[in-house]
T-cell receptor, first 114, second 109 residues
């Protein structure tokens, strides 16, 4: 059982380039999330999806877009990367996104934008 | 926005007890989570509180007081492997999870 996988593990990217971070889960969870984690700031929600076909904006959505074409996949796209998007990105999923559902996290993608 | 505060760092001796406090001010409340995160790894779930009181799970316990906007995570019989960051997270009225910056616990022999 893989749980949640993310790709790539790490990436160095030139500013202005387009980049898609991939996230796949095999738990048939309805809800999926993208966070970024920066030193001293903790995890901040970028975008989320409560079910396939729907998405919503989190706390820091600017410069990022997502899609949820099916239950398993939730890619995060940086249309034109900027150095302030250097961070560790975590994808997570939960059964329904409600009440006491815990979120399961992927291993993370370390992104450096130069 | 949401405001979740927890200490930045704590140090304790192997075998001892450490209490990590978390205070929060959020728009609505639908539960409080504690996660453990080892350096370079993903956060993993430790506990969930939605009603006032203490939840015990082995060496770890978590307490919640909704009226005070306060929680703590209690780690007993500390082991070296408990050295990690501990994240307090609150599910708000829209069911979104907001995280504190995390408390780094260092366990010394």
């Amino acid at each position: 059982i893989a749980g949640i996988t993310q790709a790539p593990t790490s990436q160095i990217l030139a500013a202005g380039r387009r980049m898609t971070l991939r996230c796949t889960q095999d738990m048939r969870h309805n809800a999926m999330y993208w966070y970024r984690q920066d030193l001293g700031l903790g995890l901040r929600l970028i975008h989320y999806s409560n079910t396939a076909g729907t998405t919503g904006k989190g706390e820091v959505p600017d410069g990022y877009s997502v899609s949820r074409a099916n239950t398993d996949d939730f890619p995060l796209t940086l249309a034109s990367a900027v150095p302030s998007q250097t961070s560790v990105y975590f994808c997570a999923s939960s059964d329904s996104g409600l009440a006491g559902d815990e979120q399961f996290f992927g291993p993370g993608t370390r992104l450096t934008v130069l | 926005g949401q405001n979740i505060d927890q200490p930045t760092e704590m140090t304790a001796t192997e075998g001892a007890i450490v209490q990590i406090n978390c205070t929060y001010q959020t728009s609505g409340f639908n539960g409080l989570f504690w996660y453990q995160q080892h350096a370079g790894e993903a956060p993993t779930f430790l506990s969930y509180n939605v009603l006032d009181g203490l939840e015990e799970k082995g060496r770890f316990s978590s307490f919640l007081s909704r009226s005070k906007g306060y929680s703590y995570l209690l780690l007993k019989e500390l082991q070296m492997k408990d050295s990690a960051s501990y994240l307090c997270a609150v599910r708000d009225g829209d069911y979104k999870l907001s995280f504190g910056a995390g408390t780094t616990v260092t366990v010394r022999a």
